[in-house]
Each structure stands twice: as structure tokens, then as C-alpha cells.
């Protein structure tokens, strides 16, 4: 293909962009692998609620595996970067990853003796959480050292596409292997797809941080990396807009009341309100090839997060389901595109002995965000009306961004080719 062809077809491409995929044998493997993974653990996620259920009979009880997860993530976040950040990325995503996948085992080989504690389930789902809290940042971390700067962009929606694949396809496939063939099978395909992510992590080079001094991990490193992104706006900004979006114009909370208020719906109609922000946002990360080609980061993620705010404002409105629906999907569109100038600019604009350390912020607001955004958007629906908290939300979203941009000017100006932190 001639220089002038590649140009043209940079120019229009519109589906997703596989360049990583084609020039990096280590990323496609690492990329695969954490596809199938995904798939996996979204099986079993559906499964270990419905075994839950079936144990208890108490939606609380579900709720609680929520708490499980969350708690760890939280409190292991930060320090699980500072590790990333001191010891060879390969090994702690390796040493995680097979964590993981031994607890899988162990949820298959607890089916499989027939044993039924809910309080064992509960353990396990914590452990996970242990073992995700320690990959992510390693895991997200070594891509910047796989890849080009350029290619960045493109890599992060794949990745994005990668998470919501794993969001609606795993679940609705634990459903029908569950219906089908019980929790036995479940969670012995959840650890049958474990192995490709141990297998493409094991493939990797040893991947050892570029740090300065030589620091330890420990308190002062986590220190040293609030430090720094205390020192730098525009990398505060890219986490400030994405509370922004999912504190204050968290809708999820309130579909199952909605579905029913609103649009005279059931549980079918909240599954179809939970499943169209994540269908809006694998259609964004298809559709993603024009991604490469913005420059400015910091406006795409201001425009993309104003726009979920908007969506859902406008959804606060809705009283038909298929244009609420439809304005759910635009929302997680534009969750999507923010999520990868956001990584992208975590990647770029950060040097490598921080890069752990500032993905375990990035994990730390990713659970609690959204999780803080329930609860702010329950407690606005039993003051106010269910409309007032999602219409209200999604405003107080668009105005909170807007402020924050004039309050740090650079971040709308800042530009990939010159990434300043």
C-alpha cells in the first residue's frame, strides 16, 4: 500500500483500530487473554449472586457481595500501585493473575463437593477483589511499555471494548450455562478461560519500572505518588471530571424503581436499562478509529463527559423506554470515549516510576465513584422525585465539568503531542 492509501485509510477509518493488535505480539497475546478472562469472571459474577440467592433467598445478601468486592479494591488500590511501581510488572500481573485463577478452581471444586456457604462465597469474592487490586495496575501500567505513544489511544479502546464485551457477554452466558448445566459448569469454564490470561502473561518480557532513587514500596511511595499528582492539574482533572460523571449523574440505583414508574416495565425492562450504557459503550469502542487522530485529550474527555451528563438529564425526562434507552447508549458512548483520553493521557503524561502508583488512584475512583454516585442518587430520589435526582444529576454534572474547566484552563488546551502532566 502506497504512503498516500495509508494516509487516506487513516483518514476515514471508523471501525475500531487494530494496529496494536497487528504490530505487538505481546499486547495481542495480553489482549486476548484479558478478553476471554473478562467473559469468564462476568460468568461468574452472575453465578455467584444466583447461588447466593438460591442459598439465602435474601436480596441483601446479594447486595453484600457489592461490599466484598468493594472494600478490598479500595483499600488495596493505592498500595497495590506503589507495588506496581517497585517490583517487575510481569511477575505481580503473573503472580495476581494466577491467584485468580486458583480462586476460580476453588469456586468450581466448592460446587463440585456439593458444599453450600454463603460465607465461603463471600470469602472468595474478597480474594478476587485482592487478586484485581494487584493486577490492574500492573496490567495497566506495562501497556505504555508495550506500545508506541501514538498507538495508545487505539489500545485503550480495545481495552475499553475488551471490558464491555466481558460486562454483556459474560453475564448472559453465566445464565444460560447456570439454567443449563448448573454452577459446576460455570465455574469450571470461568477457570478454563482463566489460563489464557496466565498463559499471554507469562509470555510477556519482564517489564521493570523506569524509577529514580531507587525508593521502596511501602506508605511513602503511595505518599510520593499523591504528591505528585497533587502537583499536576491536568492529570487531577482527568480524575475530578470522571467523579464528576459518576457521582453526580450516577442514574443505575434508581433503574429498577424507574422501570416501573416510568415505563410500566418489570425486571426485563431493568436489564434492558442496565445493558444499554454498556451496549452504547461497545458500540463507541467499535467505532473508535477516529480516536487516534484527536489531539487534544483534555477537551475530548471535557465534550464526552458534558455529554453523559447531558444523556442522562434528557433521560430524566423520557417517559418512553426505546428513546431512554437509546439516550442510556449515547451516555455510555461518551463514558467510553472519556475512559480512553483518560487512560491514554495516565499513560502518557506520567512518568513510568509513577505510572502504578497513579493506576491505583485511577482503581480507587473507578469502584468508589460509581458506588458513592448510587448511593447521592438514592438518597436525591427519596428527597426529591426520581426524576429530579437523574434530570438533576445529569445537570449538576454538565455545570460541575464546565467549572472545573475554567477553574484549570489548561486542560482543554492540553495536547498529545506535547503531553504535560
Not at 463437593?113 to 490492574?136: D, K, P, R, T, W
Not at 503511595?222 to 499528582?229: C, H, P, T, W
Request: hydrophobic residues 50%.
Amino acid at each position: 500500500m502506497t504512503e498516500t492509501a495509508k494516509k487516506r485509510v487513516s483518514r476515514t477509518r471508523i471501525l475500531a483500530d487494530l494496529t496494536p493488535l497487528r504490530t505487538s505480539p505481546d499486547y495481542r497475546r495480553l489482549w486476548f487473554g484479558n478478553t476471554v478472562s473478562w467473559v469468564g469472571q462476568g460468568m461468574t459474577s452472575l453465578a455467584v449472586s444466583l447461588q447466593v440467592y438460591d442459598i439465602t433467598g435474601s436480596a441483601f445478601s446479594v447486595g453484600l457481595i457489592g461490599l466484598c468486592s468493594f472494600v478490598p479494591l479500595v483499600l488495596l488500590g493505592l498500595y497495590s500501585g506503589a507495588i506496581a511501581d517497585t517490583v517487575d510488572r510481569r511477575k505481580l500481573g503473573l503472580y495476581s493473575a494466577a491467584g485468580s485463577f486458583v480462586l476460580s478452581v476453588a469456586l468450581a471444586a466448592v460446587a463440585f463437593s456439593g458444599i453450600e456457604h454463603v460465607g465461603l462465597l463471600y470469602a472468595v469474592v474478597a480474594l478476587q477483589a485482592v487478586c484485581f487490586a494487584l493486577n490492574s495496575p500492573a496490567r495497566s501500567s506495562m501497556i505504555a511499555r508495550l506500545l508506541p505513544a501514538e498507538q495508545l489511544p487505539a489500545a485503550n479502546a480495545l481495552n475499553a471494548m475488551t471490558s464491555t464485551t466481558g460486562g454483556l457477554v459474560g453475564p448472559m452466558l453465566g445464565g444460560l450455562i447456570v439454567g443449563w448445566w448448573g454452577y459446576r459448569a460455570a465455574y469450571t469454564v470461568d477457570a478454563v478461560t482463566f489460563t489464557a490470561s496466565l498463559y499471554a502473561m507469562w509470555r510477556l518480557p519482564s517489564i521493570l519500572p523506569d524509577r529514580a532513587g531507587g525508593k521502596e514500596a511501602g506508605r511513602a511511595s503511595v505518599m510520593d505518588g499523591l504528591r505528585f499528582l497533587g502537583t499536576r492539574p491536568n492529570l487531577r482533572m482527568t480524575f475530578f471530571s470522571d467523579l464528576c460523571a459518576m457521582v453526580l449523574a450516577q442514574p443505575r440505583a434508581l433503574f429498577p424503581v424507574v422501570a416501573v414508574l416510568w415505563f410500566g416495565g418489570d425486571a426485563k425492562t431493568t436489564g434492558l436499562l442496565v445493558a444499554a450504557p454498556a451496549l452504547g459503550a461497545l458500540l463507541g469502542s467499535v467505532f473508535s478509529g477516529w480516536l487516534g487522530r484527536v489531539r487534544r485529550h483534555g477537551l475530548a474527555v471535557l465534550v464526552a463527559v458534558c455529554c453523559w451528563g447531558g444523556a442522562v438529564a434528557v433521560f430524566g425526562l423520557t417517559r418512553q423506554l426505546w428513546p431512554g434507552l437509546a439516550l442510556l447508549a449515547v451516555a455510555g458512548c461518551a463514558d467510553s470515549i472519556s475512559m480512553v483520553f483518560r487512560n491514554t493521557m495516565l499513560q502518557t503524561a506520567v512518568p513510568d516510576e509513577m505510572r502504578g502508583r497513579l493506576q491505583g488512584v485511577f482503581i480507587v475512583v473507578v469502584a468508589g465513584g460509581p458506588r458513592l454516585g448510587d448511593l447521592v442518587a438514592g438518597s436525591a430520589a427519596d428527597l426529591a422525585s426520581p426524576a429530579a435526582a437523574v434530570t438533576g444529576g445529569g445537570v449538576a454534572c454538565v455545570v460541575a465539568v464546565c467549572l472545573l474547566a475554567l477553574r484549570w484552563r489548561g486542560f482543554a488546551r492540553y495536547d498529545a503531542l506535547d503531553p504535560r502532566p
